[in-house]
């Protein structure tokens, strides 16, 4: 019996789904992208170092210099966005090989879920001679990124 889901394939799915599960929980919860999971662990009581109590103004010594406070600006400065995670990413050059190859793990997963994987296992892959996207080059990927759109707007008139 000869079965479509490699090794190759299954591995390639899982960290579509990995990276997809770690964008979706940094956007949740508002943290940085390159934030490693052990920071957003939570930390039991014990472990925290105990921090001493602020001194009240009242005590400090009034002979301690207090800070300058600037004065107010003639003209606010132009407030940023809030967040960005709704605007589109401009990219001033060609993109890089990491955000193809995302580009490329969110098409295919579209496709892998929409149609299965004999399209992707039987023409694309094969078209560039690799068993699995993370063995695309590089310089294949923008090639590569084209094809499946093709296919994606090829599947979406037909």
Not at 20 to 27: D, Q
Not at 58 to 70: S, T
Not at 83 to 91: F, G, N
Request: charged share 20%; no cysteine.
């Amino acid at each position: 019996m000869t079965t479509w889901l490699t090794k190759e394939l299954t591995l390639d799915l899982l960290a579509i789904t990995i990276d997809g599960l770690n964008k979706a929980f940094n956007a949740i919860s508002g943290d940085a992208p390159s934030t490693p999971l052990s920071v957003l662990e939570p930390k039991h009581p014990a472990d925290e170092p105990q921090q001493p109590a602020p001194v009240p103004e009242a005590e400090q010594h009034p002979a301690d210099p207090q800070p300058a406070v600037p004065a107010a600006p003639a003209e606010a400065p132009e407030t940023a966005p809030e967040s960005t995670t709704d605007l589109p990413m401009v990219h001033v050059g060609a993109p890089t090989a990491d955000e193809l190859h995302a580009q490329a793990q969110t098409l295919l997963r579209t496709i892998s879920m929409d149609e299965g994987a004999a399209w992707i296992t039987g023409v694309l892959f094969p078209k560039y001679g690799v068993q699995s996207l993370t063995a695309v080059q590089p310089g294949q990927l923008p090639a590569l990124v084209e094809d499946v759109q093709a296919h994606i707007d090829e599947k979406a008139t037909a």
